[in-house]
């Protein structure tokens, strides 16, 4: 059970660490002069991807982040399947 409650715990704080960062850059940004933004997302449907963004860089953030996030969720899974003995 402890396990369980320490990665509530720290969900929990990166949520709120991803809302301040949010907020910290919509605050620099509204102060600052001229800004860029970029955007861009996967979504996985099935085994195929499919790659977004507002530039080709931004694209390339997002299937760089959406790949390594795919890894971690194998290495997930093979942990809980009891893979590490």
Known sequence: ME???ALISAGILLVFIGFFLIL????????GGEGRVEGGGVIIIGPIPIIFGSSSRAAL????IGALLMVLSII???LMRGGAH
């Open 3 to 5: 396990a369980s409650s």
């Open 61 to 64: 953030a997002a299937a760089i």
């Open 24 to 31: 910290a850059g919509v605050l620099l940004a509204s102060t």
């Open 76 to 78: 997930w899974l093979w």
